[in-house]
Nanobody, 110 residues
Framework: VQLQASGGGLVQAGGSLRLSCAAS????????IAWYRQTPGKQRELVAG???????NYADSVKGRFTISRDNAKNTGYLQMNSLKPEDTAVYYC?????WGQGTLVTVSS
């Protein structure tokens, strides 16, 4: 499985971005999809996850602002990020089962 994350960029506080995580290979639908983020000097932290059954969990810091989803027909996971804050600035990574994508940088300016 190979994962391609995209959608990062520079946005002003209060703005929105949508991250995508496209997967190659089969069996996409059976895996948990999760988004993590990491800033320099800090551990990678879980932002949101969605199971193959649609169960979802979010980090407290993003609840009500971020929405995770998946499209099994397109082998793609998404993270819609609204009301972005400067503290959301990080490299965001997607994970599918035990596979990791490359990071995509999100920068939120104040």
């Amino acid at each position: 499985v190979q994962l391609q994350a995209s959608g990062g960029g520079l946005v002003q506080a209060g703005g929105s971005l949508r991250l995508s995580c496209a997967a190659s290979g089969s069996s996409f639908s059976i895996y948990v999809i999760a988004w993590y983020r990491q800033t320099p000097g800090k551990q990678r932290e879980l932002v949101a996850g969605i199971t193959n059954g649609g169960a979802i969990n979010y980090a407290d810091s993003v609840k009500g602002r971020f929405t995770i989803s998946r499209d099994n027909a397109k082998n793609t996971g998404y993270l819609q990020m609204n009301s972005l804050k400067p503290e959301d600035t990080a490299v965001y990574y997607c994970r599918l089962g035990s596979f990791w994508g490359q990071g995509t940088l999100v920068t939120v300016s104040s």
